[in-house]
């Protein structure tokens, strides 16, 4: 891989709090206005952290919430009814590590015939080190990316994700269409173009090369959305909505792996500059529930502003190749 912008941790972190203190908007505030009665949110990696305040703040909204969890059933689906003051709240399992977990969720999701409005795929791991999945695949590749494309996917060849192009259930003229909302990164900006041979074959990593393949994985990520949001909507008009976004240096557990000398001193850094999960939920308001969204698609907010995304990610080839891989390497999953 080549050299990106910043190829160390720290350096990483330290960008994060510098965006932080110069955040700019070019966006209206969230308004209690922005509401979602009557509409069904799943949102994976909602156990802790900006998952958990989304699940909240979507609650607090009106949401049905469907908090999709590996572990904290049901502890954190009462704490999140207790916080939103709401009872339209469940949880459900899943470890995104695993093909077989995320089909058993996408079956009874189907079996039960949920329709979902809004999906936030926010499930994310950095360990320091290279793990192996139970498939035998790196896991920050198998977690932050490739679970996403699974799982996406099925909903939407099953018709959870109401849609023309795979499940034909597209919702009706007039009606709001489904938004599906990838929490990613600024820093993919800092990543080189996707190798696309290497991509999937696992490699021992260290905690430098970590923080690289972090941005790295949210190219690929958004890359993916951009690709996707190109198969849904062919025509010009949108069927369903695809956003990634960037919530910003956010006070999380997201470094619970790190080296304890690393985790202390990033978890100082953490504590005294970063916001709170809480104050990061304003992106997944506005793409969730924000009415001026409506019929749009690909757009990507860095917090409260709207921007480009990095121009890689709309390369053509790219994202093509990205979908062939992918299918190739979710072929060869035993
Ligand atoms: N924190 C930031 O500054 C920041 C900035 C930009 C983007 N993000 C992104 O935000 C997302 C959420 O991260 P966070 O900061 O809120 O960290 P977090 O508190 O560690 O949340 C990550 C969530 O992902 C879940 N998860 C990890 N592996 C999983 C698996 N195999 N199956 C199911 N769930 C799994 C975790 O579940 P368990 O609790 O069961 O482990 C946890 O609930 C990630 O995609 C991250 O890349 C974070």
Redo the contacts with the bound molecule.
């Keep these: 891989m080549e050299k990106g912008r910043f190829d160390n941790p720290l350096e990483a972190v330290l960008v994060?709090v510098k965006e932080l203190f110069m955040r700019q908007t070019n966006l209206r505030p969230i308004q209690d206005s922005d509401r979602l009665d009557g509409k069904t949110a799943l949102i994976?990696?909602?156990?802790?952290?900006?998952?958990?305040a989304v699940a909240v703040e979507y609650a607090r909204r009106g949401a049905h919430v469907i908090m999709?969890?590996?572990?904290?059933i049901p502890g954190a689906g009462e704490k999140v009814k207790k916080l939103s003051g709401s009872d339209q709240v469940e949880m459900v399992k899943?470890?995104?590590?695993s093909l077989h977990s995320i089909y058993q969720l996408t079956k009874q999701l189907k079996d039960r015939k949920i329709q979902l409005d809004v999906v936030v795929e926010?499930?994310?791991?950095?360990p320091p080190f290279a793990r192996k999945t139970i498939h035998g695949l790196e896991?920050m590749f198998a977690?932050?990316y490739l679970?996403k494309f699974i799982f996406i996917n099925r909903l939407l060849q099953d018709g959870t994700i109401p849609n023309a192009l795979y499940a034909g259930n597209s919702r009706p003229v007039g009606e709001s269409r489904p938004r599906i909302l990838f929490?990613?990164?600024d820093?993919h900006r800092n990543a080189s173009s996707i190798e696309f041979e290497k991509l999937g074959v696992y490699e021992d990593y260290n905690p430098t090369k970590a923080i690289k393949l972090?941005g790295y994985y949210?190219l690929v990520l958004n890359t993916f959305a951009v690709e996707l949001s190109k198969r849904l909507n062919p025509n010009g008009t949108v069927d369903v909505s695809v956003f990634p976004l960037?919530?910003?240096?956010?006070?999380?557990?997201?470094i619970?792996d790190a080296p304890p000398l690393l985790k202390f001193a990033l978890g100082g850094v953490f504590y005294l500059f970063?916001q709170s999960?809480q104050k990061a939920t304003g992106p997944f308001v506005y793409l969730g529930a924000g009415p001026e969204v409506e019929g749009s698609t690909c757009r990507y907010l860095h917090m409260m502003a709207e921007k480009q995304m990095d121009e890689k990610v709309f390369d053509v080839e790219a994202g093509k190749k990205l979908w062939e891989r992918s299918e190739e390497i979710l072929n060869g999953i035993s």
């Design positions: 994060g994976t990696g909602a156990k802790s952290g900006i998952g958990f999709a969890c590996r572990s904290g899943m470890d995104v590590s926010n499930a994310g791991v950095t896991e977690v932050n679970s929490t990613s990164s820093s972090y949210k960037c919530p910003g240096a956010v006070r999380t557990n997201i619970r970063f999960p």
